[in-house]
């Protein structure tokens, strides 16, 4: 069984930063795009950032320059530099996996949420 474990949420002041973590931990063969997303109250749920197993990244147009995705393909860890932090990155943090593991192929794997608050 693949759990997908963040931490790192909380609370800060606008201007301030925060760093997400990930850890996928389990019978896993292979961890393949890691990915963060966000939901904010009464909003859809959102792609913020991707990394590939290769390290290749891809962020929302709102976080660029601000959110930096990062990953240890040893440790099956991703993390999620967020700097310049304002109200509208208020949201619950979700972890998410492509895993391979010895009985399935690229599954999709959630984390329970972290809950970042931005007040201003």
């Known amino acids: 069984q693949v759990q997908l474990v963040e931490s790192g949420g909380g609370l800060v002041q606008a201007g301030g930063s925060l760093r997400l973590s990930c850890a996928a931990s389990?019978?896993?063969?292979?961890?393949?795009?890691m990915a963060w997303y966000r939901q904010a109250p009464g909003k859809q749920r959102e792609l913020v950032a991707t990394?590939?197993?290769?390290?290749?990244?891809n962020y929302v147009d709102s976080v660029k320059g601000r959110f930096t995705i990062s990953r240890d393909n040893a440790k099956n860890t991703a993390n999620l530099q967020m700097n310049s932090l304002n109200p509208e990155d208020t949201a619950v943090y979700y972890c998410?996996?492509?895993?391979?593991?010895?009985?399935?192929?690229?599954?999709?794997?959630w984390g329970k949420g972290t809950l970042v608050t931005v007040s201003s």
């Open positions: 990394i590939t197993s290769r390290g290749t990244t």
């Open positions: 998410n996996a492509e895993i391979t593991t010895r009985d399935f192929y690229g599954m999709n794997y």
């Open positions: 389990g019978s896993i063969f292979r961890v393949n795009t």
